[in-house]
């Protein structure tokens, strides 16, 4: 695996190492030259034709950045939740969308982790970019998010697990070759690695047209058995096996959501300033100028807050759960505000395609779903009552 996307001596940093400003620098400038391969009508194409990104995930498989988190004994780079939250910022921030890319890097972390020496085999080739490594089914039509109230069974059969779900908004399920189930044993919440292809006729994946191109479906497993050697590790202990990883995962959303912030925040301030009415620029009026300077408070605030929970999760403060869903939630509601300004700016140009700007307002409002982090940071950080 070629890993000219970083700089030598961040290979093998261990996850509490902090990479120096001129190295994030390197990773920046690698992902802007990648993504000068696929420019925005590439974007624009795979969201009208509602298609994997086949051609820039195998660019960025080329380019080493999947083992950003895999340690190098797997295969992986090993550089840590701070440098993937740059990648991923920047694709974004270019007009890509890092969905995929930011799947590949973080889902496997569950069986880097937990995993038995004999499923952590298959993080080489993940790492490699040659096996797609993209879903993990959790969610369910009746409980949601409620990971403690599954209805998918997982029961065992001599030396071996016969397992029947309903999954609901689970994401690239159609393009992946491993996937995580979580379902409900005798035990407890368990944890499954499966190959969807070897599931047969047990396994239906049904598409979900969302507004924006997430490659959603719904999963369903009629009486699927597989081995015990599927199981993550212990049986009723598969939350704190996903959960290891909700810190990482949701830093890395919330700088998806700060690069998207950015892509539109540089396309208004551009047109803002060429854009001309009643003989002079458009960002010369209060109320162009207005929303664009609060919608950069609010990113700058969020990418703040990114930085804080990374150096909580490095540090092991128990801060981190607290810090991290914070930066989450306020740049997914900067990337929204920002969405919207970008709209004044553009006014009904903003709704048309060729500016770019409605992608990114569709994309944006898939962020924005954050009860449960309310929820949790009402419980955990404030202490109320827990909300029923």
Same mark, same amino acid.
């Not at 939740?81 to 890097?105: F, K, L």
């Not at 993209?134 to 397992?163: C, F, I, N």
């Not at 006014?347 to 409605?358: F, M, N």
């Given at each position: ?10 290979l093998?940093? !261990? ?21 000068? %391969?696929f ?9 009208r ?12 498989a080329?380019?080493?950045y ?7 004994? %797997? ?19 270019a ?14 972390? !569950?069986v880097?982790r ?11 080739? +993940? ?25 998918? !069974? ?11 779900a ?5 994401s690239?399920?159609? %393009?992946?070759?491993?996937?995580l ?8 919440p !368990? ?10 006729e ?7 047209e969302l507004?924006?191109?997430?490659m959603?479906?719904? +999963? ?5 058995? +597989? ?6 590790g ?28 950015r892509?539109?925040?540089?396309r208004?301030?551009e ?6 009415t ?17 919608a950069?408070?609010k ?9 804080d ?11 981190a ?5 914070m ?42 779903f ?19």
């Amino acid at each position: 695996m070629t890993r000219r996307g970083f700089p030598q001596n961040m290979l093998g940093m !261990t996850f509490a190492d902090v990479p120096t400003s001129s190295e994030f620098e390197s990773v920046r400038t690698g992902i802007r030259k990648l993504m000068e %391969h696929f420019p925005l009508d590439y974007w624009a194409e795979q969201d009208r034709q509602r298609t994997f990104p086949t051609a820039f995930f195998d660019a960025v498989a080329e380019a080493g950045y999947f083992g950003t988190l895999i340690p190098q004994a %797997h295969g992986g780079v090993d550089a840590g939740p701070a440098v993937a939250s740059v990648i991923v910022e920047e694709i974004n921030r270019a007009g890509g969308d890092a969905t995929a890319v930011n799947a590949q890097m973080t889902i496997c972390g !569950t069986v880097a982790r937990d995993g038995s020496e004999s499923q952590r085999a298959c993080l080489p080739e +993940v790492a490699a970019g040659k096996l797609r490594f993209l879903a993990v089914a959790a969610t369910e039509p009746d409980s949601g998010a409620d990971m403690s109230s599954l209805q998918s !069974t997982a029961r065992r059969d001599g030396d071996a697990w016969v397992l029947d779900a309903q999954k609901v908004f689970i994401s690239m399920a159609e %393009h992946t070759e491993r996937m995580l189930l979580l379902m409900k044993a005798e035990e407890g919440p !368990t944890v499954f690695l499966v190959e969807p292809q070897q599931l047969g006729e047990a396994l239906e994946i049904r598409p979900v047209e969302l507004m924006s191109n997430r490659m959603t479906t719904m +999963v369903f497993i009629d009486g699927a058995r +597989v081995p015990d050697s599927a199981r993550v590790g212990p049986a009723g202990k598969g939350l704190a096996c996903l959960g290891k990883g909700f810190f990482a995962r949701r830093i890395l959303a919330a700088a998806e959501c700060i690069g998207n912030a950015r892509f539109l925040l540089d396309r208004s301030l551009e047109h803002a300033r060429v854009r001309r009415t009643f003989d002079r620029p458009i960002g010369q009026n209060q109320g162009v100028q207005y929303p664009l300077a609060q919608a950069y408070a609010k990113v700058e605030a969020a990418d703040l807050m990114r930085w804080d929970a990374l150096r909580a999760v490095a540090s092991g403060s128990p801060d981190a759960g607290g810090r991290s869903a914070m930066a989450k939630v306020l740049a997914s509601e900067a990337a929204w505000e920002t969405a919207r300004a970008a709209l004044t700016t553009f006014g009904a140009w903003g709704l048309s395609g060729e500016y770019h700007v409605e992608r990114k307002l569709r994309e944006s409002s898939v962020y924005v779903f954050n009860n449960m982090l309310l929820s949790y940071l009402s419980h955990t950080v404030l202490d109320l009552p827990r909300a029923f």
